[in-house]
């Protein structure tokens, strides 16, 4: 029985109609599923995310909205077996699902873990401070807040989970709510998804709309307090970014297109070398892995000239080991194309790149599978073309079939392969296989400008490598030009796309009250009792400790060095420390200094503090020399609640000031301190 794919809209579920398209099996071409989104009102779909969905979730800081998005993770991970069942229809196998569903949920776990690590726990980033005069009563900063619109997300359909979670993540933690649009072809799976996320009531109302079908003028109700993600083909992507709304309004527009990847193999990497294995096993891999339907996946394949013969012969070699056919067989290692329009347009593509080439391995106009009856489904061999004269051709730089489909050229130096790659106009991602420092360096040089990431295989790496095809949420997944100019993924760069950076002038005080971040020059709580007595709840921003002084001796300097065997000249000669121009004479070691300093506003009796973890931000100003003496002015600089309730991170700022009141030392010193059972606070 077809799947209805209903939309999630204003807090409900909406059957499609009578009129509802029909979705084949890319396996055997039985009815899958139905979708349309007629009698759906995106005015409305976009009226009810930004005043019910939008501050629901700015109600939250970073960590809560983190909190959610893991709980998801938590949530799909119990129930992902029913979306591999579903993905088998989508011409996946069990292999190539794992990428979408669990590459899915864990960039959601990976979201969740880097906001809680990375981000406050507040409604606001706040970057650093810029001094803007002369006394420093005037200061500037940014903040980036959520912007109070609505993220439209425009999926493609070779990605139904993972393009569809990974564009979540980022907009949920940033507080935006979401429309998100799968490709209708292979919808019911991002259908399924959705469904369990519904089912869950984690999210709050309104954080996430669902469309099942075309997008009809969702468009044309955004601002420019909206965001507009997409991935896929640049067709597409031109006609949503040329939008008139898009355009005249502004509306954030990120794209993240199909691009014409390469793979580049080394000159050093010869026959028999474990780069050359690794070079061909790193192509067969990224033609066939979801046949080939990767924005990521090679499409051109660029070689050294005198090793064009033998490179296409072991890449035949593996590609003629594929076993097609139904992919819920296990001894299946590639399934069909989404569909059988997709397989016309790729045939298509590939007569256009016949015109400067020749096929090597592979028939577009037949295969042998298992499993299927002759005929049925989407499937199409993998073909490996030959272009010898890549420099003349301008078809295999513009022309992307995108399926189990690449062109091997031949190269005549790094400069030349350089070029090739570049001639892509932009890409995802490059590969280059070489175990030569010089070949990686020369080629990295050339080739980082063009692309959003560059792999560089080799044996080192293989065993752990994720591969040329793999995006990583902590690492940008996007690329220039043709790729479509923006980032997908980024780590916390991609939360911040659906952020507005806003510059903030004053005086020291009035930002650190907004930032509810110390900033130097801001008033100071001078407390009597020690800081390190009060609990994370019961400190305050701005609480600060002065401490006694300390005279250094050249005693401590000489004992400081005969106990950590630091005898650098600058601390232990006179006559070389005076002949360096930073130093009047033997001075006291940096770590000396932050050694005693500790010495004077560490408390040593059990208390709320329970861990020091580390410092920040180091700085030594000012040598200090036998006779001078140091003090030390403690201020809580911010508060940050960990992942455990049991307690929070104080950030400190501490400065060391000698005899004058010059300073001589400043860092950031972190530590981890108890909250009290009661304790809610942010």
């Known amino acids: 029985m077809a799947i209805t794919v209903e939309s999630y809209a204003e807090g409900r579920w909406h059957r499609p109609g009578a009129e509802a398209e029909e979705i084949a099996s890319a396996v055997d071409g039985h009815v899958v599923a139905v979708a349309s989104s007629h009698g759906l009102d995106f005015g409305d779909m976009v009226t009810y995310a930004r005043h019910v969905g939008g501050p629901a979730l700015r109600a939250l800081d970073f960590h809560r909205r983190a909190d959610l998005v893991k709980r998801l993770a938590v949530h799909l991970t119990e129930r992902k077996e029913a979306l591999y069942a579903l993905s088998y229809d989508t011409g996946a196998t069990r292999k190539d699902s794992w990428i979408d569903i669990d590459g899915g949920i864990g960039t959601l776990f990976s979201y969740a873990s880097a906001a809680r690590r990375e981000l406050p726990s507040e409604t606001f980033i706040a970057e650093n401070v810029e001094t803007l005069s002369r006394q420093g009563t005037f200061v500037g900063t940014h903040i980036l807040s959520p912007l109070q619109g609505v993220a439209v997300h425009v999926n493609a359909y ?57 997008a009809g003028d969702l468009l044309d109700h955004l601002t420019g307090q909206d965001v507009l993600s997409f991935t896929g083909s640049i067709e597409t992507s031109e006609m949503l970014r040329n939008n008139p709304v898009v355009s005249s309004k502004a509306v954030r527009f990120i794209a993240e297109r199909d691009s014409l990847n390469a793979a580049i193999l080394g000159s050093d990497a010869e026959p028999g070398t474990p780069e050359f294995d690794l070079f061909v096993k790193e192509v067969v891999r990224e033609m066939t892995a979801k046949a080939g339907q990767k924005c990521t996946a090679i499409r051109r394949v660029i070689v050294p000239r005198a090793l064009v013969e033998p490179a296409g012969a072991a890449i035949s070699e593996r590609l003629g080991r594929m076993v097609m056919g139904d992919p819920r067989r296990d001894d299946v290692t590639m399934g069909p194309l989404a569909g059988i ?114 792999l560089l295989l080799d044996r080192d790496c293989a065993r752990e490598s994720t591969g040329h095809g793999s995006p990583l949420p902590s690492l940008v997944h996007g690329g220039p030009g043709r790729a479509g100019g923006g980032e997908e993924l980024g780590g916390m760069r991609g939360v911040k796309h659906y952020m507005q950076r806003t510059a903030l002038q004053g005086s020291p005080g009035r930002l650190a009250n907004l930032t509810r971040r110390w900033i130097r020059g801001a008033p100071e709580v001078v407390t009597v009792e020690h800081p390190f007595r009060r609990d994370f709840a019961a400190l305050t921003v701005g609480d600060t400790f002065n401490t006694p002084s300390r005279t250094i001796s050249l005693d401590d300097i000489e004992r400081f060095a005969e106990f950590s065997g630091d005898r650098f000249y600058a601390h232990m000669d006179e006559a070389a420390a005076s002949a360096n121009p930073f130093f009047p004479g033997r001075v006291a070691h940096g770590y000396l200094l932050l050694s005693f300093a500790a010495g004077l506003f560490v408390d040593p009796a059990p208390g709320p503090v329970l861990a020091n973890y580390g410092l920040e931000a180091l700085r030594f100003l000012k040598p200090v020399v036998p006779g001078d ?54």
Request: charged share 25%; proline share 6%.
């Open 158 to 214: 070779n990605f139904p989970c993972w393009g569809m979670l990974e564009k979540l993540s980022q907009a949920l933690i940033a507080g935006v709510p979401v429309i998100t649009k799968p490709a209708t072809v292979t919808g019911y799976v991002a259908h399924a998804v959705v469904q369990m996320i519904v089912g869950s009531g984690i999210l709050p109302a309104g954080a996430l709309q669902f469309i099942s079908g075309r």
């Open 341 to 454: 329009g997709q397989r016309t347009d790729v045939r298509r593509r590939i007569a256009q790149l016949l015109q400067d080439g020749e096929i090597v391995f592979g028939d577009p106009d037949r295969c042998r599978t298992l499993g299927v009856p002759d005929g049925a489904g989407a499937f199409l061999s993998p073909i490996l073309l030959r272009t010898p004269r890549p420099r003349d051709s301008m078809l295999v730089h513009r022309t992307e079939a995108f399926g189990p489909v690449a062109s091997i050229m031949p190269y005549d130096d790094l400069d030349d392969a350089a070029g090739l790659a570049q001639r892509g106009e932009g890409s995802l991602v490059a590969s280059v296989c070489t175990h030569d420092d010089e070949v990686a360096r020369h080629l990295v040089a050339a080739l980082a400008p063009y692309h959003g990431r560059l």
């Open 629 to 682: 003496s140091i003090r030390v002015r403690l201020t809580v600089k911010s508060r940050n609640s960990a992942r455990e309730p049991s307690y929070g991170e104080v950030r400190w700022d501490v400065e060391i000031f000698n005899q004058d009141d010059e300073t001589v030392a400043r860092y950031e010193l972190l530590t981890m301190c108890a909250r009290p059972v009661d304790d809610v606070s942010r």
